[in-house]
């Protein structure tokens, strides 16, 4: 086996709920576990790589045209107008995608960021996007699930729809040459991160991203009518693909 495959894949989770003030509480969840797993039964497992699987997947998919300098990327889909950067430990070629449909004309350039004008979704397509907040924060594919200050202002705007490219996440994971390593997938998608994250499920794995940090609900506290519940849906799936919660942390 090669080394990486001695370790089980890891979840970083932030799970939050928006409160009647707006509070936003988030959760964490951390914990690191080895595991001496067969190719068998580590469907991320991988002993060899042939040319002919290079060479079929460089005709089935479109890679982005990204230096082979760039080892590392992460993948921050939600970003609003502040898009996480790559770690300095990562070095300078390092580059991060950020996927933002409704605020990215306004992400301020930098050397480091590519900018996606699109949701991401369980299915590619186009979709009606729903728009809440100052500046479009808030805003979702779905509705709702009360209203409040931040969803309700029609002076602003609050729930006018924009029509919005959607991708799938597992699509832009495919697009990143094998040469660079996925070292970070985060998300914050105001309800729709575990269905964007259940559609990539088995690419996350294919791909070997050991780790992902992403917005939940607890408690049955739901933001919006979505299903992205951290009991209830995350924790059962990522378990069945053999993740480890690393970490939790509530503020």
């Not at 040319?51 to 992460?74: C, F, G, M, R």
């Not at 996007?129 to 002076?155: C, D, F, I």
Request: charged content about 20%; proline content about 6%.
């Amino acid at each position: 086996m090669l080394g990486r495959s001695t370790y089980r894949p890891a979840i970083l989770v932030c799970a939050g709920f928006l409160s009647g003030s707006m509070m936003r509480n988030i959760v964490c969840v951390e914990i690191s576990q080895l595991a001496s797993m067969s190719s068998e039964s580590n469907p991320q497992t991988s002993t060899t790589s042939t040319e002919e699987e290079d060479d079929a997947t460089t005709t089935t998919t479109s890679l982005l045209n990204i230096s082979p300098h760039v080892k590392q990327i992460v993948i921050n889909v939600g970003t609003s107008i502040d898009p996480v950067l790559p770690a300095e430990s990562m070095g300078p070629c390092a580059r991060s995608i950020a996927i933002e449909p409704i605020v990215g004309h306004r992400i301020p350039p930098h050397p480091q960021v590519d900018v996606v004008h699109a949701a991401v979704s369980g299915h590619p397509g186009v979709a009606s996007m729903n728009v809440y907040n100052e500046g479009g924060q808030s805003s979702s594919l779905a509705k709702p699930s009360t209203n409040s200050y931040w969803n309700s202002n029609r002076g602003r705007g609050d729930g006018r729809t924009v029509i919005v490219p959607v991708v799938t996440l597992s699509s832009v994971i495919h697009a990143v040459p094998n040469s660079t390593e996925i070292a970070l997938v985060m998300t914050d998608m105001q309800g729709f991160d575990f269905a964007a994250v259940r559609e990539a499920g088995p690419t996350l794995l294919e791909r070997g991203v050991r780790f992902l940090k992403t917005e939940v609900w607890m408690n049955d506290h739901c933001t919006y009518h979505a299903e992205n519940d951290f009991c209830r849906d995350w924790l059962p799936y990522m378990t069945r693909l053999g993740y480890d919660i690393r970490k939790l942390r509530e503020s």
